[in-house]
Structure formats: structure tokens, C-alpha cells
């Protein structure tokens, strides 16, 4: 991924894509600080992307029609969400936005591995979404108010979108545990399967990388802390609705975002499929 | 899914996708500030909140609506009695076109001074 942290001209803009982004001087950030931020946006950017992805997946098959446009156009609105932080990410540190999405080798990906799971089934679907974005909610809002201006108007924008993303999946998670004993037993089974690997949102930065970008005002608070915030929020919700989940928190893994396995294997080669056929191609 | 309903919750929870029927819900939309609000369509949804919720992804998801406005169909009165819309009875005394208005008016703007005699 030299592409990826290799710098160069960081002012670059491109009139008429990701519109959502200010004017990106990454003058004002000294090396190492530039360096974190670049990891930490490729970890959140690879989250949306693969998650986008996935929950594509139920596009056509979702167990209503409405739910199926709603969750197809969640899906889309997380892949618009990568869209934004990978160009960020090509800003700050050079390389090419669709190069960085779609250019790198399965291993190469910097997800969580709470997003290695397949789409599995519907209950499954709405335990990994809660969770990813719960997590992803904790995450944010450590962000929010961050001393690099782009980044932290660009998830002030995002925070509002994902309020209702959260919400509607909030609604599932209730529907399905006071939906009687299937959907139930089926919603503890999948956050029983899942819990372990939801904390792989909250893996450690390599290095000092999280104490730089604490000291800099640009993340809160570590990753660590951001973890136990959301085992707080995760644990009253679950409480309240009755269920049933082995929560036993430690450290998140430092090799949570890596060791991909053959179900994410199979889903970058549906979605760099395109991008394969002539890589670097105009559409 | 087959579940029984003695359970007591098929009612009150409402299902998707189980062979259920969940309400359906008459959506209206105002697509910029100060436009009346129009209606836009309908949709299956088992509550409220997911109603909301299949609203927004259905009719603003391009974020063509300032405005939804979401109503459970079985909440709105509905009024089609033939009797009070069509009643069978000549009613064109009550159109403007009921009436032969050339001469009348001719009299009246004479009256009131405004023709002028070419």
C-alpha cells in the first residue's frame, strides 16, 4: 500500500466529486500525525466499504419490499460514506481514491473483522449491522469536533446520517427480540456468533499512532476507551430488550483489521470484479 | 414461518415477510419549503416507526422531500358514499355554467356606467 502513505500534492481538488469534503491542507499536519490519520482513515473507510457491500448483498431477496429498498439504500449510503473518507485519504496522503478502494489485494484491507462474516441470514444481517454501527457511532463521535477541520466537518455530515441508519437498525433489534422465539433465538444466536468480533472495531492503531492523533485534538479519546463506551451502551440496550449475550470484554486484538478469511475473499472478488476487467479505466 | 398465534404477539407486533399482512401507509410529501403537500404513495410497513423509516428510503432517499407526512391507512376517514359525492340529481345550478351570463352582465357594467358605445 506505498500508493496509500506516500505523500504528495494534497491540495489537489476534483470539481464535481466528493462535494462533501473542504479544501484539504495537509500542510498543517507534521508526518507522524499525517501518517496516524491516514491509518485511521482506511480503517474507517475499508468499515463502510465492506460493510456497504455486504448488506448490498440483500438486495432483491430482503424480507419485504420495503425493507429491501431501505436496506439496499443504507448499503449505498455506506459506500458513499467510503467514497468520502477514501478521497480524504488521497488528499492527505496522495494516491487515488478508486485505486485505494478497489486496487489492493483482499489482505491488503483494513476492515474489522467483524466484517468477514457473510451476509448469512436476516437476523444475522441485523446483529452485525447493530453492532458495526454502534461501534461506528462511538467512533464518530470521538471524532466530532477534531481539530483537522475536514475531517471533522466531513463527520458532523455523516453522524446525521448514520442517527437514522442506527435508528432503523435499532428497530430491527427490537422487533426481532419481541418477535417471538425464532427471531429471537435467532437474533442471540447471531450476536452470540458475532460478539467476539465486534470489538475488531476498536483494534489499536499500529505503533503510537492513536496517542498522536489524541495529542494532535484529532481522536478524542484512544480506541481502547471507545470500546468500553460502546460495551456500556451495547450492554443497557441488550438489558432492556431481555437478551441473552455472553458479553465478556477484554483488549480489543491488535490483530483484529487483518487475517481476512475466505468469505471476504469471495466478496472483493464480486466487488473488484469490474474493476479488474481494466484496472485504471474511465467509466 | 408457521408460528402459532397463541403466543399473543402476531397482533400486536405485526411481521414482515412471514405471509403476514402488515397496515399499509398513505405517504405525503412537500418537495421544496411551502409547497402543499401532495401525495406521494403507499407502503407496507408493520409500525410506525419503520414506516418513517421505509418513508425516508422511498421518498427522499435523493432527497427529494423536505417534508413526509406518514398516515396509517385505516386512520383516514374515508368518505366515497355515492349519495353525498353523486347524488342522482341534476346539480348544474351550482356550476357557473348553469347560467347564461352575456346578457346579465351586459346590463349590469351598462348600469354601473363602463361601456363605452362604439
Known amino acids: 500500500m506505498t500508493e496509500v502513505t506516500t505523500a504528495r500534492s494534497a491540495l489537489r481538488t476534483r470539481p464535481g466529486r466528493a462535494g462533501d469534503l473542504d479544501p484539504v491542507d495537509s500542510t498543517t499536519l507534521d508526518g507522524r500525525t499525517r501518517d496516524a490519520l491516514a491509518e485511521l482513515l482506511l480503517t474507517m473507510a475499508d468499515d463502510e466499504f465492506v460493510v456497504g457491500f455486504w448488506d448490498s ?21 455506506e459506500i458513499g460514506h467510503a467514497r468520502v473518507f477514501y478521497e480524504l485519504l488521497s488528499r492527505l496522503a496522495g494516491g487515488d481514491a478508486d485505486t485505494i478502494a478497489f486496487g489492493r489485494q ?30 461506528d457511532a462511538v467512533r464518530l463521535e470521538a471524532l466530532a469536533g477534531g481539530s483537522f477541520m475536514p475531517l471533522a466537518n466531513l463527520v458532523a455530515k455523516i453522524r446525521r446520517e448514520e442517527t437514522y441508519h442506527l435508528a432503523h437498525l435499532d428497530a430491527w433489534v427490537g422487533r426481532l427480540a419481541g418477535g417471538g422465539e425464532q427471531p429471537r433465538s435467532r437474533l442471540e444466536g447471531a450476536l452470540e456468533r458475532l460478539w467476539t468480533d465486534a470489538l475488531t472495531v476498536f483494534t489499536p492503531l499500529t ?22 463506551r460502546w460495551l456500556k451502551l451495547t450492554r443497557g440496550r441488550f438489558d432492556a430488550l431481555g437478551l441473552h449475550v455472553p458479553i465478556e470484554l477484554g483488549v480489543p486484538r491488535a490483530d483484529g483489521r487483518s487475517g481476512h478469511g475466505a468469505d471476504f475473499e469471495w466478496l472483493w472478488n464480486e466487488f473488484t470484479s469490474v474493476y479488474r476487467l481494466e484496472p485504471g479505466a474511465t467509466w | 414461518m408457521t408460528e402459532p398465534a397463541a403466543e399473543g404477539r402476531v397482533e400486536t407486533v405485526g411481521r414482515l415477510g412471514d405471509g403476514a399482512d402488515p397496515d399499509v401507509w398513505e405517504v405525503f410529501r412537500e418537495e421544496k419549503e411551502g409547497d402543499p403537500m401532495r401525495h406521494a404513495g403507499n407502503l407496507r410497513a408493520p409500525d410506525a416507526e419503520l414506516a418513517m423509516h421505509y418513508a425516508r428510503e422511498f421518498y427522499s432517499r435523493r432527497q427529494e422531500s423536505v417534508r413526509l407526512w406518514v398516515v396509517r391507512r385505516s386512520d383516514v376517514h374515508d368518505l366515497s358514499d355515492p349519495d353525498l359525492l353523486q347524488p342522482p340529481l341534476d346539480r348544474t345550478f351550482k356550476k357557473p355554467g348553469g347560467y347564461v351570463m352575456r346578457d346579465k352582465l351586459e346590463q349590469a357594467r351598462r348600469r354601473a356606467g363602463e361601456v363605452d358605445d362604439r
Open chain 1, 57 to 77: 448483498e440483500w438486495t432483491g431477496i430482503a424480507p419485504a419490499l420495503e425493507q429491501d429498498v431501505a436496506f439496499s439504500s443504507l448499503a449505498q449510503d
Open chain 1, 106 to 135: 483482499p489482505q491488503g484491507y483494513r476492515h474489522a473483522r467483524l466484517l468477514d462474516h457473510p451476509r448469512t441470514d436476516w437476523a444475522f444481517s441485523v446483529a452485525r449491522r447493530y453492532l458495526y454501527d454502534t461501534a
Open chain 1, 207 to 228: 505503533g503510537d499512532a492513536e496517542s498522536v492523533l489524541v495529542e494532535a485534538g484529532i481522536l478524542g479519546e484512544p480506541l481502547a476507551l471507545l470500546a468500553e
